[in-house]
């Protein structure tokens, strides 16, 4: 429910939505070599016609059908190659609008993903690349209710790790918790990343003395 009453909130705008992608980005570039890498795409739109407001849609490439045209550029780490970020996106043909807003926040979860999966194993990540300090907490303060009673259902990485945070939010997505087993897989930690984003808006509710707990 919040995350739509997020998107239907006047305030909210692509604008803002992009500059904090882009801020995030480049708070992770400092005396780093980079390589921007720069696409465009077309969103169609077509199959949710009946459900979208056709004042400021466009056409896409077949001039028939509805949609826009995404171009974004992501950031990679020129020695690693790890994904740092999205440093703009464009859009157009169509007004910049509510169903914009949704596209906008699947394209940061997808780079989140991919940063998730990217650095799965490597320890010398700070989760800090991918979630911020109070989402850190947050993560600290759920961990124990995803690990088991076993060994072997106990999170294996060093706290503050980019592993030790893809852990608990694959285990979030319904992953197992076995390191010896399948890692987890992009849709799981897409699963995993939802229910964590519901987790973390009520537990900012809450550390925000907004919500009675007792």
């Not at 992770?28 to 890498?37: P, T």
């Not at 911020?132 to 690990?147: A, F, K, R, T, Y």
């Not at 060093?158 to 197992?176: E, K, T, Y």
Request: aromatic content about 8%.
């Amino acid at each position: 429910m919040g995350y739509y009453r997020f998107l239907e909130n006047e305030n909210v705008t692509l604008s803002e939505l992009v500059r904090s992608l882009s801020d995030d980005c480049e708070f992770h570039l400092a005396k780093r070599h980079v390589l921007a890498i720069s696409d465009t795409s077309e969103i169609n739109l077509q199959s949710h016609a009946g459900r979208l407001s056709p004042p400021g849609l466009g056409v896409v490439g077949n001039n028939t059908d509805v949609g826009f045209y995404i171009h974004p550029t992501l950031v990679l780490d020129g020695e690693s190659g790890f994904p740092l970020g999205l440093s703009t996106v464009k859009l157009w043909s169509r007004a910049i609008n509510h169903a914009d807003k949704h596209q906008r926040l699947a394209l940061s979860v997808a780079v989140r993903t991919l940063q998730m999966v990217e650095g799965r194993d490597n320890t010398q990540l700070s989760a800090q690349l991918t979630f911020c300090l109070e989402q850190q907490q947050c993560l600290s303060g759920i961990q124990s209710s995803v690990e088991g009673d076993t060994k072997k259902l106990q999170n294996p990485y060093p706290r503050g790790c980019l592993p030790w945070a893809n852990w608990i939010i694959a285990r979030l997505g319904g992953w197992s918790g076995y390191t010896s087993g399948r890692p987890p897989g992009m849709p799981t930690l897409v699963h995993g990343l939802r229910q964590f984003e519901s987790i973390f808006l009520g537990w900012k509710l809450a550390l925000g003395g907004l919500v009675y707990t007792r």
